[in-house]
Every structure is written in structure tokens, then in C-alpha cells.
């Protein structure tokens, strides 16, 4: 089980549409990024993409994917997981929409 | 894995080439796994690889990780020990143990010996001087590489396949290249006099100069290799000496075990040496006194040894006729059996066409095809081959026969060559074996889409790659889709090729991504990372002042006007106007880099400033103090035009004709800011000396005391390629005129990513002088194009950031903590 600590981060339309933003506090020491894709939704991930650490946050993104702006990996916005062929994942973190605001899930303590 | 001691026999296998690599994939085939555990030695360092495809690696054509066979994983995933850079030096035939020169020692039950062959070298002196190699493995291949990087002038030593090939890649990497061959003409051993002649027609059109019947005396050179003596007095200067004039059987370790060995090491049909624990395979045997240099008869070699192997008591080897082709982009040649008459019973025809670069001739005996040797025209090959493998009957074609299959058969039941009129059984790709029903049969049942999935799967035109066309036509054909020449899409969401949606754009004035992705009916609905910058860019060069860039489908570079560092810091040239500064831009550039702490400052190869380890948070401040001293953007990120290089020409210059820096700095005001398919830089040079470099940019000015040479396609990349030349002007208005036409042209008609050098090379210059150079008014009308999508392109992108645009771009969030 993982428990979560809600954090305030902005409004939603401070984010271009398909695009994203680096926040500025980390967790345990890796960036987070908020995503806005082409349809409204917002996504959570941690900024590095599995293959070489690139920043996703400065990728392109089209539907629910963002392309790594190194190498061209393709990651799944909603579960952080490299689109085949390619293997590995970013981890995803819960965003929630509420009145126009984005708030982001920081893990505080997880349990196996 | 449980601790259980494998019971299974051992199968070592000496040499971990193509051809005891097949072997063991055959084995394994059968399911060998089962039987043997397999421990392979190989004496290079590397994992096995196509050695056929050495010369593509040379050429450019392919790297060293496209030719690799079988990945480490691939041995580990089937169970194979894999000892490289480890080669076997004895083998005690009594104890059944082999000893390596590491010194391990290794018992088997079941020996192979693919030793493969090493290169024959002339006992000539200079052998052993650096900058004399052999034309046979990757470290040759690296060595031939650093001299094109290097040095200038290569001597390639034999005519054969081999030393035509080597000499054709050392052209490419844009070395002089002299071939010398012992014989009057090139490949003596598979084409006749008049097809050898049109090979070294063409390739001498190609830059290649031939010293035919020259036998080499010595390799001069104190330090290093300096050139070639040949007997007859001529001499070679040479900074590199390849010695590609044959192959002989590397039977060495064999030998010393006492093995029956000849030229190669004696195999009977299956493939057994004269120990019959010990099997060899591939160019270090001899079978019924024939060694072997093709890779077909070694594959069939793999398969027989590999059924010996498991168990299979009937497998036999059978030498079959064989084919010979080249591997040099746009030379097609062709040859199988006889290459002449033997006497006057044998019955030779000959079809010649010099202007068209075409010859054909076929030998007939006793009305059968012995032989055939084809040049220019080679699509008939693989028929000859299988008329001479079944030693068909072919007396009622003969008057036909040497126009190729389709007149040869007209009149027959068949009805032409067309794919569907071939048999099934007869064979594709040579190199592999694979026949038209095997494909076939694949692509349905694996419901194979692609080249890539058949090679993966028959192997067909994996090797040499010469009949991937006739692959590509079958699966066109078995797949049901249109069998046209295929134009490559612009991505995956799409079939429809750039050219094509380009036209669309304008013909049915498409003027959003929305409206052309809808046009094609693009399978996703918002594009993906390949074709929305591609989009962009068409949709912005076709309606310029009209169409809003889209910064959300721009790569990072573009969106943040400045260039992504491997550590997410960006770095900034400020534009530098024909490479001419002033103290007060110095100063602020200075004054920049300390308040900033900014850690690099260098010079860049365009004759500018780079400021590199700026964090993206300060990149709109940098600007804005950048721009206080007048300096802009250099777009060093962009696909646009970046640098203009001088000469300080007549100005200060002793040589110098014109005013080059001054026409330098006029055509980079003219262009700077305008978007293009990819990258453009240009140079100006006051001097044929050429100090700017202009024969290796896009458009290179060279200034002569008559008036402007002008270049265009130039690159000095990875693929140098030296401009051609465009045409000579007298005034500085027409090179400006000139230059604003090429640009439009290319940003009209390029694909998306496509530098000026590979759309040159694809559409040819010619094309580009009837359109610049013929065609006045059509000149002029490109260039007004231009000048007026310029309207909307020349606003510098930093000044607009610094004063704020975009700046959720730069800053984190929440914006206020």
C-alpha cells in the first residue's frame, strides 16, 4: 500500500496543451513533470525517461504518449511504461483535477 | 538451472564465422540443443558477423551493429559457450582435446573446423610497413577507415570482387583511389574481356584509376607505407596499400593435427575430415579438389554438416553452379559458369549496347546453358542460373534466349516474367538458398508484412541484399498491395510519402495538421514525433504569414531557441553577421558568461561564440542582456540557416578578388530566420583558395577576378560530399538572387530532414541548374517566394522571450513557492 501527500502545484491551464512542465521540488531526488495532453488530462511522471535519463517533460506529445527528446523512446503517459520494442518504465505519480487546480500524489510511505 | 552434471555430448566449434555459425543455427534447427552442449572459440574479439557485408560497413552503407549475425544474447539465450579473441592452436586428434593460445584446454566429442581463409599476400617487400593492410576482417575495415579520416591517397592491390569492392568504399569515404590488377581486364575470373571493360568504364567515370597489367615490385616507404612500385617502372604514391588479390584456406591448425589437407582440409560428401570426430565447413575445405569462396555452397555445407551432426546418416554435399555479383551501388553484374566457348562445338551469343552500358552473353553446349555473364541488365540472372542448375533443354529458345526471360518465353504458355509466372521452386536469393515458394509460403503463413519480418524469417536477401527488390515484389505480390515502386511514408500514422502530402497541402489548400491528417485519414488522430514536425514545416513554407507555427509539435531545440545539453543545460549563440564582431559584443558576451557563471565559452566551427551550461531558467535573461548589445539570435538550433562563414577577402586579403566578408554578411541578413527542411550553412571564399570552406556547405560562394562561382550541395558531415557546381555569375545581385531561389527550392521541394546533399544527390544537379540556372523566370519568381516568407520569418526569437513570450517554458512550477 502506498499513501499519498497532495501537493498544489497550479492551475491547469498553466500547462500548454500537449505540453508539460518540470516541477520544482523532486521526489527523493528525481524531477517530477505534469503532462497536458491534446484531450484535457493530466499526468504525473517522474522526469527521466528509462533509457538514458533523457527529460520527458521536453518531448512531444501526441494522444497519451511522449516521445523522449534524446532518443526518440515513446512512453505511455498513463503508466510511465516504454512503448514496444523498447523496454522500461518512469515511475507514474496520481494527479487530481479539482476547480481548474492540479495537485500531484507524493508517495510518503509505502508497504509491501 | 538445478546442479544435475550435463550429460550431453560436447560439440566445439573452431571459428565463429558465417560459416560455423550457420552450422550451429542449422543444428540447432534440428534440435541439436538436445545432444550437444556447444563451446565455440573465435579468434577475433568480436560476435559473429556478415563478412560479406564488410564492404558496406566501408562504403558507409551499413555500421558494424547492422551486420552482426548473432548477438551475445543469442548465445546465451541458446545455451552456446562463446570464448572470443581466443583462437585454437592445437588439436590432439587421440585425446579429442583442442588447446587455445590462452591456454585452455578443451575436451570434445564432436570437433568443427571453420577456420574460414586468410588473405594471400604477394612476396613482395613492404608488407609489414603501417598503412598496409588486408581487405578481409572489422580491424581492417577500422584501419582502412582512420586513413579515409586521415590521409588522401589509397592503392588497392587486385581487380577481383574483393579489391573492387574495397576500392569502391575507400571512393566513397572520399579517398584518391588507384586500383592495380595483374590481368589486362577487372574480375578475369568471372566476367570475359568485354564485360570486364564496361566495369572498369564505369568505375573509371566514377574517379577510380586503374593500373591494369601491373605487377606490384614493392611497397616504398620509410616510417610508412608511401606508394607502390610496379615492374614496368610506374610508380603510386599511396598513404594507404590494400592487399585484396585473393584468399587461400586457413588450415593451419589442422595441418599440425595431422589432418589429410590439400589447398583446404580434405571433406568427403558429409562433410567429414579424415578423423571422423572432426567436421570443417566453409572456405578453409576442399571438396573433390574445389575450395570454395561464395557463401551459397557454404550454406548448403552448414546444412549437410548440421544433419550429419544430428544423426542424419544421408546428408550429402553437392557443388552446384554458382553466381558471382558485385556489391557497388549502381554497377549490376552478373556471372554463372563458362565465361567463353570452350570450342567450336559450344555455342556462344552476345547482345552489346555500349551506349546504354549493357552486354549480355550466354555459352550453350549441347543445347544446354553453360554459362552466362551479364552487364547493366542482370534481372535475367537467377533464370540463367536455374536453366543451368537443371541443365534444361533450351535448344527451342536459343535464338531468344539472350534477350532475357520475357522475349524467351513469349509465345510459350508462360506469359512473361511477372511474379506471378515464376515457379515456385525456383530461387530468389542465392546466397541463402531460398525459393519463391518458401517465401511465399512464410509471408502467408506468418503473416509476414514486412522486409525486415522476411529476412528475420526465410533469410532471404539477408546476405548480399541483391534480390531484395524481387523479395520486396513477392510480398507485393502475396500480400495483395499495389506492386508500384514503393515511395517510403512520412511515418507509421500514414502511408501517404512527403512529396505526396506536399502537393495535397497546396492542391487542396490544407492549411491546419487537423485537415491533412483528416485528408490522409492518419490512423492517429493527433500525429506522432515524426510526422508533426514534418507537418509543420510543410504547412509553414506553403502558407507563410497564414499558417501559426505550432511550438508543441517543434523538437526542444526549436521550441527553446537554444541547444539541449546531455546534462539538460542549454547553450546560446548569438548570431555573428558574416563571422565579424566588435569589442562592445565581446564585452557583453563577457559580461554574459560571469554574471551568468556560465562554465564554457568556445569558438565555435562557424565563426561564432557558443556559451554552453546556461540553465533553462536563465535563458530568457541571458538574451535580454544579450540584446541590450545588439546581439541575436544565431539559430545554431534550428532547422534554418545557420552560419554564412567568410574570408576577410579584397577588404585586407593580398589575394583576395572580391568583397567576400561583405557579401557574406548580405546573405546572411537576407536569410537568417527563414525555416527549411533541415540545417543550412553557407560560405563565402574571396579566392579559389578557399580559405571559408565553400565546397562543403549547402552554398558555397567562391569569388574569382571574373565575378561569383557558386556550389550548392556541399556537406561536411559524416558523408562529405564536395558541392557541385551550380553556375558563374558577375554581380553581387545575382548571387543574392541565386541564393534566395536555392532556398526556396529547397525549402519547396526537400523532405522534411533531408539536407541539401542528399536532395541534390536524389533529384540530381541537373534537375536544380533547369530550374535556377535555365529558367529565368522561374528564378526570379522562387526568389520573390522567398523574399516574402522572410516577412514573417526575420523576427529574432530572443528578443521576443526576453521580453517575456513563452515564459512558461522557462519556469517551474508552482511559479511562486
Same mark, same amino acid.
Given at each position: 500500500?502506498?499513501?499519498?501527500?497532495?501537493?498544489?502545484?497550479?492551475?491547469?491551464?498553466?500547462?500548454?496543451?500537449?505540453?508539460?512542465?518540470?516541477?520544482? !521540488?523532486?521526489?527523493?531526488?528525481?524531477?517530477?513533470?505534469? !503532462?497536458?495532453?491534446? =484531450?484535457?488530462?493530466?499526468?504525473?511522471?517522474?522526469?527521466?525517461?528509462?533509457?538514458?535519463?533523457?527529460?520527458?517533460?521536453?518531448?512531444?506529445? =501526441?494522444?497519451?504518449?511522449?516521445?523522449?527528446?534524446?532518443?526518440?523512446?515513446?512512453?505511455?503517459?498513463?503508466?510511465?511504461?516504454?512503448?514496444?520494442?523498447?523496454?522500461?518504465?518512469?515511475?507514474?505519480?496520481?494527479?487530481? !483535477?479539482?476547480?481548474?487546480?492540479?495537485?500531484?500524489?507524493?508517495?510518503?510511505?509505502?508497504?509491501? | 538451472?538445478?546442479?544435475?552434471?550435463?550429460?550431453?555430448?560436447?560439440?566445439?566449434?573452431?571459428?565463429?564465422?558465417?560459416?560455423?555459425?550457420?552450422?550451429?543455427?542449422?543444428?540447432?534447427?534440428?534440435?541439436?540443443?538436445?545432444?550437444?552442449?556447444?563451446?565455440?572459440?573465435?579468434?577475433?574479439?568480436?560476435?559473429?558477423?556478415?563478412?560479406?557485408?564488410?564492404?558496406?560497413?566501408?562504403?558507409?552503407?551499413?555500421?558494424?551493429?547492422?551486420?552482426?549475425?548473432?548477438?551475445?544474447?543469442?548465445?546465451?539465450?541458446?545455451?552456446?559457450?562463446?570464448?572470443?579473441?581466443?583462437?585454437?592452436?592445437?588439436?590432439?586428434?587421440?585425446?579429442?582435446?583442442?588447446?587455445?593460445?590462452?591456454?585452455?584446454?578443451?575436451?570434445?566429442?564432436?570437433?568443427?573446423?571453420?577456420?574460414?581463409?586468410?588473405?594471400?599476400?604477394?612476396?613482395?617487400?613492404?608488407?609489414?610497413?603501417?598503412?598496409?593492410?588486408?581487405?578481409?576482417?572489422?580491424?581492417?575495415?577500422?584501419?582502412?577507415?582512420?586513413?579515409?579520416?586521415?590521409?588522401?591517397?589509397?592503392?588497392?592491390?587486385?581487380?577481383?570482387?574483393?579489391?573492387?569492392?574495397?576500392?569502391?568504399?575507400?571512393?566513397?569515404?572520399?579517398?584518391?583511389?588507384?586500383?592495380?590488377?595483374?590481368?589486362?581486364?577487372?574480375?578475369?575470373?568471372?566476367?570475359?574481356?568485354?564485360?570486364?571493360?564496361?566495369?572498369?568504364?564505369?568505375?573509371?567515370?566514377?574517379?577510380?584509376?586503374?593500373?591494369?597489367?601491373?605487377?606490384?615490385?614493392?611497397?616504398?616507404?620509410?616510417?610508412?607505407?608511401?606508394?607502390?612500385? *610496379?615492374?614496368?617502372?610506374?610508380?603510386?604514391?599511396?598513404?594507404?596499400?590494400?592487399?585484396?588479390?585473393?584468399?587461400?584456406?586457413?588450415?593451419?591448425?589442422?595441418?599440425?593435427?595431422?589432418?589429410?589437407?590439400?589447398?583446404?582440409?580434405?571433406?568427403?560428401?558429409?562433410?567429414?575430415?579424415?578423423?571422423?570426430?572432426?567436421?570443417?565447413?566453409?572456405?578453409?575445405?576442399?571438396?573433390?579438389?574445389?575450395?570454395?569462396?561464395?557463401?551459397?555452397?557454404?550454406?548448403?555445407?552448414?546444412?549437410?554438416?548440421?544433419?550429419?551432426?544430428?544423426?542424419?546418416?544421408?546428408?550429402?554435399?553437392?557443388?552446384?553452379?554458382?553466381?558471382?555479383?558485385?556489391?557497388?551501388?549502381?554497377?549490376?553484374?552478373?556471372?554463372?559458369?563458362?565465361?567463353?566457348?570452350?570450342?567450336?562445338?559450344?555455342?556462344?551469343?552476345?547482345?552489346?549496347?555500349?551506349?546504354?552500358?549493357?552486354?549480355?552473353?550466354?555459352?550453350?553446349?549441347?543445347?544446354?546453358?553453360?554459362?552466362?555473364?551479364?552487364?547493366?541488365?542482370?534481372?535475367?540472372?537467377?533464370?540463367?542460373?536455374?536453366?543451368?542448375?537443371?541443365?534444361?533443354?533450351?535448344?527451342?529458345?536459343?535464338?531468344?534466349?539472350?534477350?532475357?526471360?520475357?522475349?524467351?518465353?513469349?509465345?510459350?504458355?508462360?506469359?512473361?516474367?511477372?511474379?506471378?509466372?515464376?515457379?515456385?521452386?525456383?530461387?530468389?536469393?542465392?546466397?541463402?538458398?531460398?525459393?519463391?515458394?518458401?517465401?511465399?509460403?512464410?509471408?502467408?503463413?506468418?503473416?509476414?508484412?514486412?522486409?525486415?519480418?522476411?529476412?528475420?524469417?526465410?533469410?532471404?536477401?539477408?546476405?548480399?541484399?541483391?534480390?531484395?527488390?524481387?523479395?520486396?515484389?513477392?510480398?507485393?505480390?502475396?500480400?495483395?498491395?499495389?506492386?508500384?515502386?514503393?515511395?517510403?511514408?512520412?511515418?507509421?500514422?500514414?502511408?501517404?510519402?512527403?512529396?505526396?502530402?506536399?502537393?495535397?497541402?497546396?492542391?487542396?489548400? *490544407?492549411?491546419?495538421?487537423?485537415?491533412?491528417?483528416?485528408?490522409?485519414?492518419?490512423?492517429?488522430?493527433?500525429?506522432?514525433?515524426?510526422?508533426?514536425?514534418?507537418?509543420?514545416?510543410?504547412?509553414?513554407?506553403?502558407?507563410?504569414?497564414?499558417?501559426?507555427?505550432?511550438?508543441?509539435?517543434?523538437?526542444?531545440?526549436?521550441?527553446?531557441?537554444?541547444?539541449?545539453?546531455?546534462? /539538460?543545460?542549454?547553450?546560446?549563440?548569438?548570431?555573428?553577421?558574416?563571422?565579424?564582431?566588435?569589442?562592445?559584443?565581446?564585452?557583453?558576451?563577457?559580461?554574459?558568461?560571469?554574471?551568468?557563471?556560465?562554465?564554457?565559452?568556445?569558438?565555435?566551427?562557424?565563426?561564432?561564440?557558443?556559451?554552453?551550461?546556461?540553465?533553462?531558467?536563465?535563458?530568457?535573461?541571458?538574451?535580454?542582456?544579450?540584446?541590450?548589445? /545588439? *546581439?541575436?539570435? /544565431?539559430?545554431?538550433?534550428?532547422?534554418?540557416?545557420?552560419?554564412?562563414?567568410?574570408?576577410?577577402?579584397?577588404?585586407?586579403?593580398?589575394?583576395?578578388?572580391?568583397?567576400?566578408?561583405? *557579401?557574406?554578411?548580405?546573405?546572411?541578413?537576407?536569410?537568417?530566420?527563414?525555416?527549411?527542411?533541415?540545417?543550412?550553412?553557407?560560405?563565402?571564399?574571396?579566392?579559389?583558395?578557399?580559405?571559408?570552406?565553400?565546397?562543403?556547405?549547402?552554398?558555397?560562394?567562391?569569388?574569382?577576378?571574373?565575378?561569383?562561382?557558386?556550389?550548392?550541395? /556541399?556537406?561536411?558531415?559524416?558523408?562529405?560530399?564536395?558541392?557541385?557546381?551550380?553556375?558563374?555569375?558577375?554581380?553581387?545581385?545575382?548571387?543574392?538572387?541565386?541564393?534566395?531561389?536555392?532556398?526556396?527550392?529547397?525549402?519547396?521541394?526537400?523532405?522534411?530532414?533531408?539536407?541539401?546533399?542528399?536532395?541534390?544527390?536524389?533529384?540530381?544537379?541537373?534537375?536544380?541548374?533547369?530550374?535556377?540556372?535555365?529558367?529565368?523566370?522561374?528564378?526570379?519568381?522562387?526568389?520573390?517566394?522567398?523574399?516574402?516568407?522572410?516577412?514573417?520569418?526575420?523576427?529574432?526569437?530572443?528578443?521576443?522571450?526576453?521580453?517575456?513570450?513563452?515564459?512558461?517554458?522557462?519556469?517551474?512550477?508552482?511559479?511562486?513557492?
Amino acid at each position: 500500500m502506498t499513501e499519498f501527500a497532495w501537493k498544489k502545484i497550479g492551475l491547469g491551464t498553466d500547462i500548454p496543451l500537449r505540453g508539460a512542465r518540470r516541477l520544482c !521540488f523532486g521526489h527523493e531526488g528525481h524531477p517530477i513533470a505534469i !503532462f497536458r495532453t491534446g =484531450a484535457n488530462t493530466y499526468f504525473a511522471l517522474i522526469d527521466e525517461c528509462p533509457h538514458r535519463a533523457g527529460p520527458l517533460s521536453e518531448g512531444i506529445i =501526441a494522444g497519451e504518449t511522449v516521445t523522449c527528446p534524446l532518443h526518440n523512446w515513446v512512453i505511455e503517459l498513463d503508466s510511465g511504461k516504454a512503448a514496444a520494442p523498447d523496454e522500461g518504465h518512469t515511475r507514474a505519480l496520481p494527479v487530481r !483535477f479539482e476547480d481548474g487546480e492540479i495537485y500531484v500524489g507524493l508517495p510518503v510511505r509505502e508497504t509491501v | 538451472m538445478n546442479m544435475i552434471a550435463d550429460s550431453r555430448e560436447h560439440l566445439i566449434v573452431i571459428g565463429n564465422g558465417m560459416a560455423g555459425m550457420r552450422t550451429v543455427e542449422e543444428l540447432l534447427k534440428l534440435g541439436g540443443a538436445a545432444r550437444y552442449r556447444i563451446t565455440v572459440f573465435g579468434a577475433e574479439p568480436h560476435v559473429n558477423y556478415n563478412r560479406i557485408m564488410l564492404s558496406s560497413v566501408l562504403a558507409g552503407d551499413k555500421t558494424v551493429d547492422d551486420i552482426v549475425i548473432n548477438s551475445r544474447e543469442w548465445y546465451m539465450e541458446n545455451g552456446i559457450t562463446l570464448m572470443t579473441g581466443d583462437a585454437v592452436k592445437s588439436i590432439d586428434c587421440e585425446a579429442r582435446i583442442v588447446t587455445t593460445a590462452n591456454g585452455h584446454v578443451a575436451q570434445y566429442d564432436r570437433l568443427l573446423i571453420a577456420t574460414g581463409s586468410r588473405p594471400l599476400a604477394p612476396p613482395i617487400p613492404g608488407l609489414n610497413l603501417p598503412g598496409v593492410c588486408a581487405f578481409r576482417d572489422i580491424a581492417d575495415v577500422d584501419k582502412m577507415l582512420e586513413a579515409a579520416r586521415t590521409r588522401k591517397r589509397a592503392v588497392v592491390i587486385g581487380g577481383g570482387l574483393l579489391g573492387l569492392e574495397a576500392a569502391w568504399g575507400l571512393k566513397q569515404r572520399c579517398m584518391s583511389v588507384a586500383l592495380v590488377h595483374l590481368m589486362p581486364t577487372l574480375m578475369e575470373r568471372q566476367l570475359d574481356a568485354p564485360a570486364g571493360q564496361l566495369l572498369q568504364r564505369d568505375l573509371d567515370r566514377r574517379g577510380i584509376a586503374f593500373f591494369t597489367e601491373g605487377q606490384t615490385e614493392e611497397i616504398t616507404g620509410v616510417d610508412r607505407a608511401e606508394g607502390v612500385q *610496379l615492374a614496368d617502372g610506374r610508380f603510386i604514391p599511396a598513404d594507404l596499400v590494400v592487399l585484396a588479390i585473393g584468399i587461400r584456406p586457413n588450415v593451419d591448425v589442422a595441418k599440425s593435427a595431422g589432418l589429410e589437407v590439400n589447398r583446404g582440409i580434405v571433406v568427403a560428401d558429409d562433410m567429414r575430415t579424415s578423423d571422423p570426430y572432426i567436421f570443417a565447413v566453409g572456405e578453409c575445405v576442399e571438396h573433390r579438389g574445389q575450395v570454395f569462396g561464395l557463401v551459397a555452397p557454404i550454406w548448403d555445407q552448414a546444412k549437410v554438416c548440421a544433419a550429419r551432426l544430428a544423426g542424419d546418416a544421408d546428408a550429402l554435399f553437392e557443388s552446384r553452379a554458382l553466381s558471382t555479383s558485385l556489391k557497388i551501388t549502381g554497377v549490376d553484374l552478373f556471372s554463372a559458369g563458362a565465361l567463353t566457348a570452350a570450342d567450336e562445338s559450344d555455342d556462344e551469343i552476345t547482345l552489346r549496347d555500349d551506349n546504354r552500358g549493357m552486354y549480355k552473353k550466354v555459352v550453350l553446349r549441347d543445347g544446354k546453358l553453360v554459362g552466362a555473364v551479364l552487364y547493366g541488365d542482370v534481372g535475367d540472372g537467377q533464370w540463367y542460373l536455374q536453366l543451368m542448375r537443371e541443365k534444361t533443354d533450351v535448344s527451342a529458345l536459343r535464338d531468344r534466349l539472350v534477350f532475357g526471360r520475357a522475349i524467351a518465353e513469349a509465345g510459350s504458355a508462360a506469359t512473361g516474367p511477372d511474379i506471378a509466372s515464376i515457379p515456385d521452386d525456383t530461387q530468389i536469393c542465392g546466397c541463402n538458398g531460398v525459393s519463391k515458394g518458401s517465401i511465399v509460403c512464410a509471408i502467408k503463413e506468418k503473416n509476414l508484412g514486412t522486409l525486415s519480418e522476411i529476412r528475420a524469417h526465410t533469410k532471404a536477401s539477408a546476405s548480399c541484399g541483391q534480390c531484395t527488390g524481387l523479395v520486396e515484389a513477392l510480398l507485393a505480390h502475396a500480400t495483395g498491395v499495389v506492386s508500384e515502386k514503393k515511395v517510403p511514408a512520412i511515418c507509421e500514422c500514414t502511408t501517404a510519402g512527403h512529396d505526396e502530402i506536399r502537393q495535397t497541402i497546396i492542391a487542396r489548400h *490544407l492549411k491546419s495538421m487537423e485537415a491533412v491528417r483528416h485528408a490522409f485519414e492518419w490512423k492517429k488522430p493527433e500525429g506522432c514525433h515524426k510526422c508533426r514536425p514534418a507537418l509543420n514545416y510543410y504547412l509553414l513554407c506553403a502558407w507563410p504569414g497564414e499558417y501559426v507555427d505550432d511550438s508543441r509539435s517543434r523538437f526542444v531545440n526549436e521550441r527553446l531557441h537554444a541547444n539541449i545539453q546531455k546534462d /539538460g543545460t542549454y547553450s546560446v549563440v548569438p548570431r555573428m553577421w558574416g563571422g565579424v564582431t566588435t569589442p562592445a559584443e565581446l564585452h557583453a558576451i563577457a559580461s554574459v558568461a560571469e554574471k551568468f557563471s556560465i562554465p564554457t565559452v568556445k569558438v565555435t566551427g562557424g565563426q561564432r561564440i557558443d556559451l554552453l551550461g546556461v540553465k533553462k531558467e536563465d535563458l530568457p535573461a541571458v538574451w535580454s542582456d544579450l540584446g541590450k548589445a /545588439g *546581439l541575436v539570435s /544565431g539559430h545554431a538550433y534550428a532547422k534554418g540557416l545557420r552560419t554564412v562563414k567568410t574570408c576577410v577577402g579584397s577588404e585586407w586579403c593580398r589575394f583576395g578578388t572580391q568583397d567576400s566578408t561583405g *557579401l557574406g554578411i548580405k546573405l546572411e541578413k537576407m536569410c537568417w530566420g527563414s525555416w527549411t527542411p533541415h540545417k543550412v550553412k553557407f560560405a563565402v571564399s574571396g579566392c579559389p583558395r578557399n580559405c571559408a570552406e565553400a565546397t562543403i556547405k549547402d552554398m558555397g560562394i567562391v569569388c574569382v577576378e571574373a565575378g561569383y562561382d557558386i556550389l550548392v550541395g /556541399g556537406n561536411g558531415g559524416i558523408d562529405v560530399r564536395v558541392t557541385d557546381p551550380l553556375t558563374r555569375v558577375a554581380t553581387e545581385e545575382e548571387v543574392m538572387e541565386y541564393a534566395g531561389a536555392f532556398m526556396q527550392i529547397y525549402r519547396e521541394e526537400a523532405h522534411y530532414l533531408e539536407r541539401t546533399a542528399p536532395w541534390i544527390a536524389r533529384v540530381g544537379i541537373d534537375y536544380v541548374k533547369k530550374r535556377l540556372v535555365d529558367d529565368d523566370e522561374g528564378r526570379r519568381a522562387l526568389c520573390a517566394r522567398f523574399l516574402y516568407s522572410q516577412r514573417f520569418a526575420q523576427a529574432d526569437p530572443w528578443a521576443e522571450r526576453a521580453r517575456g513570450a513563452d515564459a512558461h517554458e522557462f519556469a517551474r512550477m508552482p511559479e511562486v513557492v
